[in-house]
């Protein structure tokens, strides 16, 4: 699929207030590109948030994370690549079947349309659960085990990319090889405020374990100078188009 040099810059649209949303992501203009849309502002905002933002000139990482029967994700997905997005998750824990309907039904339907197919990006286990919290819902596995397990599955339904934490970028570029686009959040300066993060990651170490974009929130939409923070933040991975 022949895609755009993009920043690997993404903002974390976090709020509900699309004009909000619009107004910081207009402030970093030409340092950002891409621009995450998730439950919060999709469900307040609707399809709206998606066609706003990309007549502002952004592309949009569109952050549902479906999981549902494979008939249900594989005929709601198609109503979303209408809008266009860059980039839309889905729960690698739905299984193969889900996955591979939902990639079948997505190339199809974009073929048919002559729309741009979105890249569909797994999520493996959300970073809020631990090992307990595995237990619970009856997996036997580490949650590094079960990552990579999700991964490598994704891998083989078809999806193109994956959401990784910092702590798993690593492992799972080199257990699913250098074709799938992994996309990290976590991502701080040293000394900076971690937020509820756990896991962090400087910009230029999440891009060495083998990250190609980077979900960024807090540091930049909290920042007195947006523009300022993404720029150190694109310098400090050398210029920073991939
Ligand atoms: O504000 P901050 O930079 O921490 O935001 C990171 C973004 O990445 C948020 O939208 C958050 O929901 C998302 N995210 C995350 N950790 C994951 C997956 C997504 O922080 N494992």
Redesign the pocket.
């Given at each position: 699929m022949e895609r755009p040099r993009l920043s690997p810059l993404i903002l974390?649209l976090?709020t509900s207030d699309l004009d909000e949303a619009r107004k910081v992501a207009g402030s970093l203009e030409g340092l950002v590109d891409v621009v995450?849309v998730?439950l919060q502002l999709f469900s307040s905002a609707g399809t709206g948030a998606l066609e706003s933002l990309r007549g502002d000139g952004f592309e949009v990482f569109l952050?549902l994370k479906l999981m549902d029967i494979p008939n249900t994700v594989s005929s709601a997905i198609l109503a979303l690549c209408d809008l266009e997005p860059f980039m839309l998750t889905l729960h690698a824990m739905g299984g193969q079947e889900m996955m591979r309907a939902a990639e079948a039904a997505v190339r199809d339907h974009c073929r048919r349309g002559e729309i741009r197919r979105p890249m569909l990006i797994g999520?493996t286990v959300?970073?809020?659960m631990d090992l307990l919290a595995l237990r619970k819902i009856g997996v036997s596995d580490s949650v590094e085990g079960q990552v990579e397990r999700l991964a490598k599955l994704a891998k083989d339904s078809g999806m193109d990319g994956l959401?990784t934490?910092p702590l798993e970028t690593l492992k799972v570029r080199r257990s699913v090889g250098p074709d799938m686009t992994l996309v990290t959040?976590?991502?701080?300066f040293e000394g900076d405020s971690r937020?509820?993060?756990k896991r962090v990651s400087t910009p230029a170490d999440a891009l060495r374990a083998g990250a190609d974009f980077l979900?960024?929130?807090?540091?930049?939409?909290r920042a007195v100078d947006p523009r300022s923070v993404a720029s150190e933040m694109l310098r400090s991975i050398g210029g920073g188009r991939p």
């Open positions: 974390a976090d995450k998730g952050d999520v959300l970073t809020s959401v934490s959040p976590g991502v701080r937020d509820d993060q979900v960024v929130g807090r540091p930049l939409y």
